[in-house]
């Protein structure tokens, strides 16, 4: 089955423990990117990845950093979370570029005491 | 940058009326506007979408219309049903320096379709 996945589903943890939330699919896609979720204020994007080794700045990068050495995994690396980042966060895909359909991940729901 | 703003931020309807959801975007260059449903607990999906050189674009019970002139693009839910209850999200493609590769999304309108 196509897909995107994202794991955890679900995280809890403290200020400053870094973390990593994976991102993979299974499509063959080129481009990927990151999103966060928060109420009033709809999808913000990351970073965005146009193919392996090609990464860049979304609207909101401050506190996070990408990698993409495969073309399938896109993970998002917190070093160092703070509160301000508990949001729900987005992995997404398309075949080679942003207008084309994005296929979202299921999300993951992090919170940061 | 692009700025995209999107209203209302819920709307309620009756099954079998009509839904419109409306946005606006800055960027006059923008040239891709898509439109994203999200049902509770999922990811967001696309619905439809419209490029630049079209005004309109239909599909079954789903049209989204598009003015640039004004800067503004709209979707068009007709016979709602339960079903077509959850979030929707609209997006502008900016195409101006580095944002070309860029999605930038609205804050959504919540959308409830009563039985």
């Known amino acids: 089955e196509a897909q995107v996945t994202q794991n955890p589903r679900y995280l809890i943890t403290v200020t400053g423990k870094k973390l990593t939330v994976t991102c993979s699919q299974n499509m063959n896609h080129e481009y990927m990117s990151w999103y966060r979720q928060d109420p009033g204020l709809g999808l913000r994007q990351i970073y965005y990845s146009m193919n392996v080794e090609v990464t860049d700045k979304g609207d909101v990068p401050e506190g996070y950093k990408v990698s993409r050495k495969e073309k399938r995994n896109f993970p998002l690396i917190l070093e160092s979370p703070s509160p301000n980042q508990t949001s729900l966060y987005f992995c997404a895909s398309s075949p080679a570029a942003v207008r084309e359909t994005q296929y979202f991940g299921p999300g993951t729901r992090l919170l940061v005491l | ?115």
């Open chain 2, 1 to 115: 940058g692009e700025n995209v703003e999107q209203h209302p931020s819920t709307l309620s309807v009756q099954e079998g009326d009509s839904a419109v959801i409306k946005c606006t975007y800055s960027d006059s260059a923008s040239n891709y506007f898509p439109w994203y449903k999200q049902e509770l607990g999922k990811g967001p999906q696309l619905i439809i979408d419209i490029r630049s050189n079209v005004g309109e674009k239909k599909d079954q019970r789903i049209a989204v219309t598009l003015n640039k002139t004004a800067k503004h693009f709209s979707l068009h839910i007709t016979e709602t049903q339960p079903e077509d209850s959850a979030v929707y999200f609209c997006a502008a493609s900016p195409n101006y320096g580095g944002a070309t590769n860029k999605l930038i999304f609205g804050t959504g309108t919540l959308l409830a379709v009563q039985p």
